[in-house]
T-cell receptor, first 113, second 113 residues
Framework: AQKVTQAQTEISVVEKEDVTLDCVYE???????LFWYKQPPSGELVFLIR????DEQNEISGRYSWNFQKSTSSFNFTITASQVVDSAVYFC??????????WGAGTKLIIKP | NAGVTQTPKFQVLKTGQSMTLQCAQD?????MYWYRQDPGMGLRLIYY???????DKGEVPNGYNVSRLNKREFSLRLESAAPSQTSVYFC????????????FGSGTRLTVV
């Protein structure tokens, strides 16, 4: 069965600290896709990244970076030099041959000024 | 702005009442989805439509019906609302069914009393 686990319910850091959000997934498929979404306090869902199972290269976009490791079934998200505007709930999600996007429960990130 | 438009944004229903949530996208996407988000949980798929003319059940379809009216529109109907259906509902679309990033609407906050 497919499953996405975000063990960190809530993380609180002081601005400018680096923070890593963990995501562990389960799937039997060899072809699958992993996603990260951001949900700020306003409630909308913002797409951050998509990664397919054949591409294990780490991705960097500004202060955001993602570490995909198939050996540990993890797709972790790091924010470098965090800012108050990064405060949000972050969701990790998995899409495989079942055509459904399976979501983790989310990690609430609080960045204190 | 291009994207996914959901109406209404807020709704309060009495138990047993019916209503339809509307969703329209203008990105020429083939696939559309309805999710619900409950506190402390990730999104759960209610129904999806891989392409115009097709609909399929997701993880939590009971108590809901959908209609893919045309390529742009995908509506969600609650025939007899129950308090357990109090939730935030999100419509989403993607170009294809598997592996694409989803674009989400801004959500509908539904309360059933």
């Amino acid at each position: 069965a497919q499953k996405v686990t975000q063990a960190q319910t809530e993380i609180s850091v002081v601005e400018k600290e680096d923070v890593t959000l963990d995501c562990v997934y389960e799937t039997r498929d060899t072809t699958y896709y992993l996603f990260w979404y951001k949900q700020p306090p306003s409630g909308e869902l913002v797409f951050l990244i998509r990664r397919n199972s054949f591409d294990e290269q780490n991705e960097i976009s500004g202060r955001y970076s993602w570490n995909f490791q198939k050996s540990t079934s993890s797709f972790n998200f790091t924010i470098t030099a965090s800012q108050v505007v990064d405060s949000a709930v972050y969701f990790c999600a998995l899409s495989d041959s079942n055509y459904q996007l399976i979501w983790g429960a989310g990690t609430k990130l609080i960045i204190k000024p | 702005n291009a994207g996914v438009t959901q109406t209404p944004k807020f709704q309060v229903l009495k138990t047993g009442q019916s209503m339809t949530l509307q969703c329209a996208q203008d990105m020429n996407h083939n696939s559309m989805y309805w999710y619900r988000q409950d506190p402390g949980m990730g999104l759960r798929l209610i129904y999806y439509s891989a392409s115009e003319g097709t609909t399929d059940k997701g993880e939590v379809p009971n108590g809901y019906n959908v209609s893919r009216l045309n390529k742009r529109e995908f509506s969600l109907r609650l025939e007899s609302a129950a308090p357990s259906q109090t939730s935030v509902y999100f419509c989403a679309s993607s170009a294809e069914l598997v592996g694409e990033g989803y674009t989400f609407g801004s959500g509908t906050r539904l309360t059933v009393v």
